[in-house]
């Protein structure tokens, strides 16, 4: 999956903000003035961010420093004093990607146009447990007619990549909105469409994109469905109530991310909460201390994260085009930090 917005990460993340459990990977501790356009962030929308989480962070080298920021002291030297930045596995160089939140159009009640359902998971599926694969319930229309549906939208292709991305929004017909969560899966792994599309010859590598996907499919209708069954993950949704409509969508620590700031990260290395110095290359380069708030099933290493790029079509088409390279360096507690590398 490329989006991040999974709340059955959650889980997997027990100890918010402990120390990283680091396998084999190296450990560096740099200097402020060794991150690169570190001067020239906006340090004070940084500490806005990392605010929104640190008080979730269950850990005694934590736990003053995020009392210390709840005083809204300035945010630099807070930060260059209390922290010092770590670079796990820096040997290899990073992988960004970008996530963001859909916008579809929908409907509470079906018609001619909206009539594709988002559903609730099924009662008798249990969490964790595998369950029939996508093809099996499309054709077999084994949620249909059971009271499972949530809203309509008017279009396939967009739903599927909702289920990528794991929640969104929809932009009732009646003017209102509804923001919807992840609530469960049927226990499959995802399986990239885009690698197949490569792997069939259609497209190279490096040409394959959210947009590009959604094209072909709705050039090719009867091999794009095709194409959309190859991943037989399929996701449930829940609605959500409690997030306000100027909040981001929740992210693993069921708190709202924020677009350019959060970081989805793999936890096994980044601790949940941490700030994070992100030095991003590529056509639209990015120096910026992000917190990691996110996880996703695709976020694996020491050096790879995915950037919320925020909601809609043009955050969706601006994230869609990230697969760069550079490092990010994660802020730690000074006393974590030396733990991990007591020579640094």
């Known amino acids: 999956m490329t989006g991040a917005l999974r709340a059955a990460a959650v889980a997997a993340v027990i100890a918010l903000g402990g120390a990283p459990s680091l396998h084999a990977a190296s450990v560096q501790v740099l200097r402020f003035d060794e991150l690169r356009g570190w001067a020239a962030d906006d340090h004070d929308a940084a500490l806005e961010v990392f605010l ?22 300035e945010a630099r030297p ?18 960004f990607t970008g996530y963001y939140e859909p916008e579809l159009n929908g409907a509470r009640r079906p018609d001619a146009r909206f009539r594709y359902p988002l559903y609730r998971k099924p009662p008798e599926l249990a969490a964790g447990a595998q369950w029939y694969p996508r093809a ?14 949530i809203v309509w939208v008017d279009d396939p292709v967009e739903l599927f990549f909702l289920q990528v991305q794991g ?8 003017g209102g909105a509804m923001r919807v969560g992840y609530g469960g899966s049927n226990g499959h792994d995802y399986r990239s469409i885009g690698a197949e599309l490569v792997r069939r010859g259609v497209y190279a590598r490096h040409q394959v994109s959210a947009q590009v996907i959604k ?3 709705r050039r090719n209708p009867d091999d794009g469905r095709s194409l959309l069954r190859h991943n037989p993950s399929y996701v449930f949704f829940r609605e959500l109530t409690d997030v306000p ?8 620590m069921n708190r709202s991310v924020t677009p350019m700031r959060t970081l989805a990260v793999d936890p096994e290395f980044t601790p949940l909460g941490a700030p994070v110095w992100i030095e991003k290359g590529g ?25 919320f790029y925020g909601t809609g079509v043009a955050a969706g088409r601006l994230a869609g085009r990230v697969r760069d390279p550079g490092r990010m360096v994660v802020l730690l507690p000074i006393e974590k930090a030396l733990t991990l590398a007591p020579g640094g």
């Open 52 to 73: 929104e989480t640190c008080p979730d962070l269950d850990d005694p080298d934590w736990a003053p420093l995020c009392a210390l920021a709840q005083g809204r002291p």
């Open 283 to 307: 056509a639209r380069p990015l120096r910026r201390l992000m917190v990691a708030q996110d996880t996703g099933s695709a976020i694996k290493g020491a050096q790879r994260a995915d950037i």
């Open 245 to 252: 409509a100027d909040k981001g969508p929740l992210g693993a």
């Open 78 to 95: 807070f930060f260059e004093m209390f922290f010092r930045p770590v670079l796990i596995g820096g040997e290899s160089p990073a992988l």
């Open 215 to 217: 094209n072909w499919v």
């Open 167 to 174: 929640s969104g929004r929809v932009r009732l017909r009646d």
């Open 136 to 149: 099996d319930i499309e054709d077999r229309a084994l949620l249909e007619g059971r009271g499972l549906e």
